[in-house]
Antibody
């Protein structure tokens, strides 16, 4: 069955960096677009970034553009999010999510399976 | 940028029908997806492409999209349906994934 397991969250000072990872299993990772979505404490869902199945195209929310970088390692079935210049407003639970079944080789920009999330806290 | 508007809360008695709306400019031109999120859990896709259901989602969940409003309808509401519900679209013109603010469904 599909599994997405996020890791790498923690407490970091403003201006610091963190690298999140998402280990994927149970599906052909190399053929699906992948995404990061975050949720600040007590708030709604906010899209962060997406990457095409082959890594050739990447898309970012305005709030993170220029600070965050999404990448994927097909050899390890792992998705990453490099977060630099972190701000207090980046504090959130970060979810990894996959593009839906039926969108293999394409990017459909909605999410049929989510991990359980990893918590990032930006605080001095 | 494109925006989606949801009412903050909806309340319904068990066995009744809940309707959760998602407003957006000419939203009928976009594919709308709906997620259910229970406390402490990751979101779950319940309706995609306006009205399709993923496998394992009960037929009680249905969706529609017309004009400036998309609607998630939950028939014969159960206590276990109590959750936050989010609508979502892909805005191809701005290359942006957009979520609505979420609606908290309370089962009385």
């Amino acid at each position: 069955q599909v599994q997405l397991v996020e890791s790498g969250g923690g407490v970091v000072q403003p201006g610091g960096s963190l690298r999140l990872s998402c280990a994927a299993s149970g599906f052909t990772f190399s053929t699906y677009a992948m995404h990061w979505v975050r949720q600040a404490p007590g708030k709604g869902l906010e899209w962060v970034a997406s990457i095409q199945y082959d890594g050739s195209n990447k898309y970012y929310a305005d709030s993170v553009k220029g600070r965050f970088t999404i990448s994927r390692d097909t050899s390890k079935n792992t998705l990453h999010l490099q977060m630099n210049s972190l701000r207090a407003e980046d504090t959130a639970l970060y979810y990894c999510a996959k593009d839906p079944v039926g969108c293999s080789g394409d990017t459909c920009f909605f999410f049929d399976f989510w991990g359980q999330g990893t918590l990032v806290t930006v605080s001095s | 940028s494109y925006g989606l508007t949801q009412s903050p809360s909806v309340s319904v008695a068990p066995g009744q029908t809940a309707r959760i709306t998602c407003g957006g400019n000419n939203i009928r031109s976009k594919s709308v997806h709906w997620y259910q999120q229970k406390p402490g859990q990751a979101p779950v896709l319940v309706v995609y492409d306006d009205s399709d259901r993923p496998s394992g989602i009960p037929e009680r969940f249905s969706g529609s999209n017309s004009g400036n409003t998309a609607t998630l309808t939950i028939s014969r509401v159960e206590a276990g349906d109590e959750a936050d519900y989010y609508c979502q679209v892909w805005d191809s013109s701005s290359v942006y994934v957009v979520f609505g603010g979420g609606t908290k469904l309370t089962v009385l």
